[in-house]
Every structure is written in C-alpha cells, then in structure tokens.
C-alpha cells in the first residue's frame, strides 16, 4: 500500500472542498432559508382562534414585543424595520405558505435580526396567541 504525503493529501482536501462548495452553490443553495424542523411543521395550535380574550392578549404581545420591526398592521414597515439587515416580510401574504408550527417556531427560536422570545415569552400558549393574530393579517 502506497503512503500519501501531506503535500498530496492537502491537494486532494483542496478538490474536496471546491467541489463541496461548487455543489452547494449549484443547487441554488440558500443560506437564508429558515429551516424549520419537521416537529414544528406538523404541530398543531392548540389555542381557539375564535377566543376573544386570547385575541385580545395575542395582540396586546403582539405590539409590545413585535410591532417595533414588523409593524402595527403586519407590513414590515414598523420603526426600527429600517434598521435591519434582514427585511420584516408582509404579515399579509407572506405566511400563506406557513403553517401555525413554523411560525410558532419561528417567534420562539429566532433568527438573525429576528430575536428569540423564548426566555420573554415563556409561556408557549402566549406564542400561540401571536400565530393567531398574525394571522388577522392575511384575512385583511
């Protein structure tokens, strides 16, 4: 059996590596998706959408810890939105593809300029609350 020396063996991770990132770059690789695990994609809300009492707590949360970037009506256009290296997105039309576990997901882990409200918001029933207020946005 023949030895590989490490001059040899650095250019062969080289190729290795350059094929890797050519790959990954070829099949529209996207850094900036947000990755949902499988958990939270098929979890069901757990809350009633018709409550008046949770509506009214969702959109009590919803502008103390969201309005500030995503706007009072869900635009994206709040006031720090500008401030931002990743835009808010439209409540309107851009969850239509979501489901309830993505979003809820999404509020609780965060991402990027889009913080975690797992330790603000501890109780997850109040996260739900959110995904359903947010939701109001889209029946506009």
Same mark, same amino acid.
């Given at each position: 059996?023949?030895?590989?020396?490490?001059?040899?063996l650095?250019?062969?991770?080289?190729?290795?590596?350059?094929?890797?990132?050519?790959?990954?770059?070829?099949?529209?690789? @996207?850094?900036? /998706?947000?990755?949902?695990?499988? *958990?939270? &994609?098929?979890? !069901?809300?757990?809350t009633?959408?018709?409550? #008046?009492?949770?509506?009214?707590?969702?959109?009590?949360?919803?502008?103390?810890?969201?309005?500030?970037?995503?706007?009072?009506?869900?635009?994206?256009?709040?006031?720090?939105?500008?401030?931002?290296?990743?835009?808010?997105?439209?409540?309107?039309?851009?969850?239509? @593809?979501?489901? /309830?576990?993505?979003?809820?997901? *999404?509020? &609780?882990?965060? !991402?990027?300029?889009?913080?975690?409200?797992? #330790?603000?918001?501890?109780?997850?029933?109040?996260?739900?609350l959110?995904?359903?207020?947010?939701?109001?946005?889209?029946?506009?």
């Amino acid at each position: 059996m023949k030895k590989i020396n490490l001059k040899t063996l650095v250019y062969l991770l080289g190729i290795v590596v350059s094929v890797m990132v050519f790959y990954s770059f070829s099949y529209n690789f @996207d850094p900036d /998706d947000w990755v949902v695990p499988a *958990k939270y &994609k098929n979890m !069901k809300n757990p809350t009633d959408k018709s409550d #008046k009492e949770g509506f009214s707590i969702g959109k009590s949360l919803y502008m103390k810890h969201c309005k500030s970037c995503h706007g009072k009506t869900g635009l994206g256009d709040g006031t720090k939105a500008d401030e931002l290296d990743t835009p808010c997105g439209d409540f309107s039309t851009d969850l239509s @593809d979501q489901k /309830d576990g993505e979003l809820f997901y *999404k509020i &609780k882990s965060g !991402k990027d300029d889009m913080p975690s409200f797992e #330790k603000k918001i501890r109780d997850d029933e109040d996260i739900w609350l959110i995904v359903n207020f947010i939701r109001t946005f889209q029946e506009k």
